[in-house]
């Protein structure tokens, strides 16, 4: 009876060491640390300049150096207009790398996209957030104008009543103009001018200005006669 009970403790004890390093063996892969990936932002506009009421696409690009794209998280673009000192949001995607289309700029607009970051990976890992370069689009006015004949009446928008359209004329298509006459326009942007019947081929330039706000534009006009 006497000899037994050390068996027994002996055994209790090699159990409970066995427990202790089984828990020990489910426990470890919980310490295990989340990752923090940094991420780029790039954006890229379709063009740099448009006419007044057109529109631009802007190309869109979220990495990280470790050459995996984040799928969570928003990016916003946003814009700063001309004489403007704070950025407001134009449109949000839920997609990071998504394009953002048809954007249409009422001035010269300064643009960039934010990219949110985001912790709701599935794995635990958290992605950082950033933004990417400004870029600037340029609003051009815009003309109205004839095709054919020789008067021309249009209108020139937006913000251009009481102000000057200058008209140059050469017989040389590529060079050689000479201002002919300055016409203003009405409260309105509306222009008229009737061209000289002079004979032969001359070609015209009908040229408005531009501001902080809108860049210049002009076209081209071209009479014969014989």
């Not at 159990?15 to 991420?39: M, N």
């Not at 000192?85 to 289309?101: K, M, N, Q, R, Y």
Request: proline letters at 5%; hydrophobic letters at 35%.
């Amino acid at each position: 009876m006497t000899s037994s009970r050390p068996a027994a403790r002996t055994f209790v004890a090699v159990a409970c060491a066995v427990a202790v390093g089984a828990v020990s063996l489910v426990s470890a892969p919980g310490s295990t640390a989340s990752d923090t990936r940094t991420t780029t932002t790039l954006a890229s506009p379709g063009a740099g300049v448009v006419v007044f009421g057109g529109t631009v696409d802007v190309e869109v690009s979220v990495d990280s150096p470790s050459g995996l794209a984040p799928t969570a998280g928003t990016s916003t673009l946003l814009a700063l207009e001309s004489g403007s000192t704070e950025w407001v949001e134009v449109a949000t995607s839920t997609s990071p790398g998504a394009d953002f289309l048809d954007v249409r700029p009422w001035m010269n607009t300064t643009y960039k996209v934010a990219y949110s970051g985001s912790s709701d990976t599935g794995n635990g890992d958290t992605w950082a957030a950033s933004e990417s370069e400004p870029f600037t689009i340029g609003v051009k006015r815009r003309i109205v104008h004839p095709t054919t004949g020789f008067d021309l009446g249009g209108r020139v928008t937006p913000r251009y009543g009481r102000k000057v359209v200058v008209v140059r004329a050469s017989r040389d298509k590529a060079r050689g103009y000479t201002v002919v006459r300055t016409v203003r326009t009405d409260g309105r942007g509306r222009y008229s001018y009737v061209l000289p019947k002079q004979r032969g081929t001359w070609y015209w330039i009908l040229r408005v200005k531009g501001d902080a706000s809108y860049r210049g534009n002009a076209f081209a006009y071209q009479t014969n006669v014989f």
